[in-house]
């Protein structure tokens, strides 16, 4: 089941959506996107369980 995390859940006002087959998929793009695109060198705990709370998994819409 892909995963999902919007960044404006994390940082408000941003447009960034990070997917991923797995948890830590997500959270790689969007650690990844945190320190490129927010200038935040480093992930802290507080932020990685920030980041876990806010992955959900996407609901599959019939194509
Ligand atoms: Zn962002």
């Not at 408000?12 to 830590?24: I, K, N, T």
């Not at 705990?45 to 920030?50: A, D, G, V, Y």
Request: glycine share 4%; hydrophobic share 40%; charged share 30%.
């Amino acid at each position: 089941m892909p995963k999902t995390l919007r960044c404006t859940d994390l940082i408000p006002g941003c447009d960034f959506v990070a997917r991923g087959q797995s948890e830590d998929e997500v959270i790689a793009r969007i650690a990844e996107h945190i320190r490129t695109k927010h200038r935040l060198r480093a992930i802290t705990p507080e932020i990685l369980k920030q980041i876990r709370a806010s992955v959900y998994e996407e609901k599959v819409t019939a194509a």
